[in-house]
């Protein structure tokens, strides 16, 4: 069996949660030392926000950590989306049963070609689907904080985070304690008013220091199947245009694609669904962007083979 890795038995010295911040209280020295001992196996650590819901944020995750799995990567996905967890439904994994005890939650496993995504959501700790509505402030940062840190992770190449919408208190708890992420990617569809909304989200990671890897732009017009006509239903191209304007990266445009629903409903993400499909493709080449750098020659090709030609 293995052993879990603590702080005391950790030689790593440029880790924060070696010492007490000044004014932290035992309790929470003792927490941010036991969430940091679950994740510090983690290499890549990367929020998933959006400025409000419905833009397709818990889609975006899912098919970003699906892409890459299949691009050889170990990866693992959390949907700490307090108030409407899709991911197991998006996975098709809604019945899964978890394996732990009172402290420890082991996330259920899901493979994809050649790699597989742990999953981890807190609609598995949902008892009642409306529990989390009822929850006030302080009881909501208690319990992300105690499902944050009672995930047991294995060693990871990345964490997809799928955090609750919008700019408030539950994306803000998520952030502050994974505070070691590598950044945010913020999903908007191209209207503006889910633009105003990426704004704020923009401005929002910029307090807490949080680097914004770049924006996407979902639901970025629809091709008719028929005559091929590209309509845009949501406007286009405001999220590249606010990007621009704020002065963060644009990782690209996913179009409007019935195919995206029906992959969502029945648990396959699209990128494994419908490989070659424009919504597909456009995954494939946001991850090239987004980890040009970290990919070797053979999971770009993987990726590029998926259809993420650029
Ligand atoms: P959020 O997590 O932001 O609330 P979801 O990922 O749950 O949003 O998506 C909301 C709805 O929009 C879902 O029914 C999903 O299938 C649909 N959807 C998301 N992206 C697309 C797309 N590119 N084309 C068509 N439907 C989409």
């Known amino acids: 069996m293995k052993t879990e890795k603590t702080c005391n038995s950790c030689s790593t010295s440029d880790c924060s949660a070696i010492k007490k911040q000044h004014g932290e209280r035992d309790e929470d020295f003792v927490d941010r030392q036991a969430l940091y001992s679950r994740m510090c196996k983690i290499k890549h650590k990367i929020l998933v926000l959006s400025g409000k819901g419905g833009v397709g944020k818990s889609t975006v995750a899912v098919n970003l950590a699906a892409a890459l799995a299949l691009a050889g990567k170990n990866v693992g996905l959390?949907?700490?989306?307090?108030?409407?967890?899709?991911?197991?439904?998006?996975?098709?994994?809604?019945?899964?049963?978890?394996?732990?005890?009172?402290?420890?939650?082991?996330?259920?496993?899901?493979?994809?070609?050649?790699?597989?995504?742990?999953?981890?959501?807190?609609?598995?700790?949902?008892?009642?689907?409306?529990?989390?509505?009822?929850?006030?402030?302080?009881?909501?940062?208690?319990i992300i904080k105690q499902?944050?840190?009672?995930?047991?992770?294995?060693?990871?190449?990345?964490?997809?985070?799928?955090?609750?919408?919008?700019?408030?208190?539950?994306?803000?708890?998520?952030?502050?304690?994974?505070?070691?992420?590598?950044?945010?990617?913020i999903v908007t569809t191209p209207q503006e008013i889910s633009v105003q909304d990426v704004r704020r989200c923009v401005v929002f990671c910029r307090q807490i220091n949080l680097p914004v890897l770049g924006v996407v732009e979902n639901m970025s017009g629809f091709t008719c199947p028929k005559c091929g006509e590209n309509t845009g239903i949501f406007?286009?191209?405001?999220?590249?245009?606010?990007?621009?304007?704020?002065?963060?990266?644009?990782?690209?445009?996913?179009?409007?694609?019935?195919?995206?629903?029906?992959?969502?409903?029945?648990?396959?993400?699209?990128?494994?669904?419908?490989?070659?499909?424009?919504?597909?493709?456009?995954f494939g080449r946001i991850i090239l962007t987004l980890l040009e750098p970290e990919l070797n020659l053979d999971e770009s090709t993987n990726l590029l083979s998926m259809g993420g030609k650029k």
Do not use: C
């Open 147 to 185: 499902f944050l840190k009672d995930v047991q992770w294995d060693e990871l190449d990345y964490l997809i985070v799928d955090a609750p919408p919008g700019t408030g208190d539950e994306p803000l708890a998520v952030a502050q304690l994974i505070d070691d992420a590598d950044g945010a990617v």
């Open 235 to 282: 406007g286009l191209d405001g999220g590249k245009i606010m990007a621009d304007e704020m002065g963060v990266p644009f990782l690209g445009s996913i179009p409007i694609d019935p195919a995206v629903v029906i992959s969502g409903d029945s648990g396959t993400p699209m990128v494994s669904a419908n490989p070659n499909s424009e919504a597909a493709k456009a």
């Open 78 to 142: 959390l949907d700490v989306d307090i108030h409407g967890p899709s991911i197991p439904k998006l996975l098709n994994i809604s019945g899964a049963t978890l394996a732990g005890n009172e402290n420890t939650l082991y996330p259920v496993k899901v493979n994809f070609g050649i790699g597989m995504i742990s999953v981890m959501s807190i609609a598995f700790l949902l008892k009642e689907k409306n529990d989390a509505v009822i929850w006030r402030g302080p009881r909501k940062y208690g």
